[in-house]
């Protein structure tokens, strides 16, 4: 318990002579399970572009495009309430 509150302390001062000597921060790095989620992620894109025979970037601007139809539908039907 002790070493937690003493990790606590060391952080933030860390932290506090980082950001005001050369104005950086410490950041937590992902866990190998969220690395191994967006990897999945990525490969489930790329395999949906494959399948539709589009490019990744293709694929990304096309679901894009989407968005933005859907964006201004909602638009239209709030001005139209």
């Known amino acids: ?3 937690t ?3 606590k302390a060391v ?5 506090t002579i980082l950001e005001t000597t050369f ?3 410490l950041q937590e790095l992902p866990s190998k399970a969220g690395l191994d989620q967006e990897a999945a992620e990525a490969a489930a ?8 025979g589009r490019s990744l970037a293709e694929n990304e ?3 894009l ?5 859907a964006a201004i539908g909602r638009k239209r039907g ?3 309430s």
Not at 45 to 52: I, L, S
Not at 65 to 69: E, H, Y
């Open 65 to 69: 495009d989407q968005a933005r139809k």
């Open 45 to 52: 894109e790329v395999k949906k572009a494959k399948k539709t």
């Open 1 to 3: 318990m002790q070493n």
């Open 61 to 63: 601007e096309g679901e």
């Open 23 to 25: 104005g950086l921060q």
């Open 78 to 80: 709030e001005l139209l």
């Open 11 to 15: 952080y933030e001062r860390a932290q």
């Open 5 to 7: 509150k003493c990790f």
